[in-house]
């Protein structure tokens, strides 16, 4: 929920509805950057413009402070996709592609998720255990009739449903999680409207419009 739904504009709930959020912000970004024991709330609170020790009055300790930072972040996900995705009647084809083209800005506009998930699962933490419980693993739950559907459909290839998430996953996210690195090899910058959007359209040729010629196969 955004700071503007939890309190009308001006009040005092407001403004600490947006201190709020922006510590969090600011959390996710150190622990994006430079995982778990590597960030420092000193530092986070620094990056609010808020006294370390109101950091510590509202989450306790880091520990918790991670753990509000990535709710905030899966509530934020769910909230951006849910504005961005079309409502209009389409087909399960069109529907698809709407959403790749959402969660794909989605990626491109926080690249913080993906990398903050990135240090956790190398280290297969128990703060991962955490949030696969209880926001990513429901979350592939969610999907997985979906995705079943489409192989059913013939829009997926008939593969694992592991495989599928996890490749189309990490089609939306990695040029934006290695933005700077894509900005060296290829002088691209990841954050420009024009490059999503042809990013976006790449993926969904490369899944659903590209065929091999018939020559080729063989």
């Known amino acids: 929920m955004t700071a503007e739904a939890i309190a009308p504009p001006g009040s005092r709930a407001r403004q600490k509805a947006e201190t709020k959020a922006r510590i969090l912000q600011c959390a996710l970004d150190a622990f994006a950057e430079r995982g778990f024991d590597g960030a420092s709330v000193r530092d986070i609170a620094a990056a609010a413009g808020v006294n370390h020790g109101l950091i510590k009055y509202h989450f306790s300790d880091k520990d918790r402070l991670w753990k509000a930072a990535v709710d905030f972040l899966f509530e934020r996900l769910h909230r951006e996709l849910d504005q961005d995705i079309s409502q209009a009647d389409l087909s399960p084809l069109e529907y698809l592609k709407d959403w790749i083209r959402g969660y794909v800005h989605y990626c491109a506009r926080h690249p913080e998720h ?21 926001h990513i693993k429901p979350d592939h739950e969610r999907f997985k009739p979906l995705n079943e559907a489409y192989m059913r459909k013939g829009i997926y290839p008939k593969i694992t449903n592991y495989s599928m998430s996890y490749i189309l996953v990490a089609a939306s996210q990695t040029l934006f999680m290695l933005g700077p690195e ?4 290829y002088g691209v910058d990841v954050t420009k409207d024009d490059v999503i959007d042809a ?14 010629p018939p020559d080729e196969v063989t």
């Open 199 to 212: 990013h976006a359209d790449a993926i969904i040729t490369l899944f659903f419009d590209h065929k091999a």
């Open 114 to 134: 993906a990398r903050i998930m990135v240090q956790e699962s190398i280290r297969d933490s128990d703060r991962l255990s955490w949030a696969v419980d209880k």
């Open 182 to 185: 894509v900005q060296r090899v």
